[in-house]
Structures are given as structure tokens and as C-alpha cells.
Nanobody, 125 residues
Framework: DVQLVESGGGAVQAGGSLRLSCAVS????????LAWFRQAPGKEREGVARLDIMGGTWFADSAKGRFTIAQDKGKNTLHLQMTTLESEDPATYYC???????????????????WGQGTQVTVSS
């Protein structure tokens, strides 16, 4: 079974940076998409960034230019580096995995069969 465990969330001032990590284990899909989603209170879960097995990356408009996603395959860890954090960014951030490429998975929640428990990010002004 795939297990995803997020860490790195916390409180940061507006304009600051934070790096989230997701420890990935049990991932045996021959093709996969690893993604970060977030959900703020009262809002729907939304995609932030995703990465496929070839290293291709996609970003939500809100994340472009501010966030980067990377996989450390040696350590089986997925990172989300967030910079210039803004008032729109506070949320619980989730790591997710889809069996199949990112082109097919897109931002569709049901495409992602494996989810972590989430890590919370708060931004103070």
C-alpha cells in the first residue's frame, strides 16, 4: 500500500517561505503522478502542483512563479517549496498520488487514490 506522510507545515509571516515534505512509501506504480493539494476552511480542495515520473511539473496559476515541486527519489520524498506566501495560501496541504501520468490525472481529485493526512500552513500579516 502507498503511504504518504506530510511534514513541514507551520506558521510563517506574509512574504516568507516554507518547505513542505511528503515521505512516500510503497509506491510501485509504473507510471505515477505525485501532487500537492490544499484546502482552506470552507473551500474546496484544490490542486497546487504536480509532478510525474519523468520529472514533468505542472502548477496552478496561484502557485506559478512562487512554488516549486521536486522529488528526491533517493529519499523517497516529495517537496513543495513555497515562497512569497500570501494571505490566500493558508490551508491544509495534502500530498497525493495517482496511478498514471499527470496528464491524465490533472487536478481531478478522484484521479488520486492515495492521500496523506495533511499538514497545516498559516500565514500571518
Amino acid at each position: 500500500d502507498v503511504q504518504l506522510v506530510e511534514s513541514g507545515g507551520g506558521a510563517v509571516q506574509a512574504g516568507g517561505s516554507l518547505r513542505l515534505s511528503c515521505a512516500v512509501s510503497g509506491l510501485t506504480y509504473t507510471s505515477y503522478c505525485l501532487a500537492w493539494f490544499r484546502q482552506a476552511p470552507g473551500k474546496e480542495r484544490e490542486g497546487v502542483a504536480r509532478l510525474d515520473i519523468m520529472g514533468g511539473t505542472w502548477f496552478a496559476d496561484s502557485a506559478k512563479g512562487r512554488f516549486t515541486i521536486a522529488q528526491d527519489k533517493g529519499k523517497n520524498t516529495l517537496h513543495l517549496q513555497m515562497t512569497t506566501l500570501e494571505s490566500e495560501d493558508p490551508a491544509t496541504y495534502y500530498c497525493a498520488a495517482a496511478n498514471g501520468g499527470c496528464g491524465r490525472a490533472g487536478w481531478t481529485l478522484r484521479s488520486y487514490v492515495d492521500w496523506g493526512q495533511g499538514t497545516q500552513v498559516t500565514v500571518s500579516s
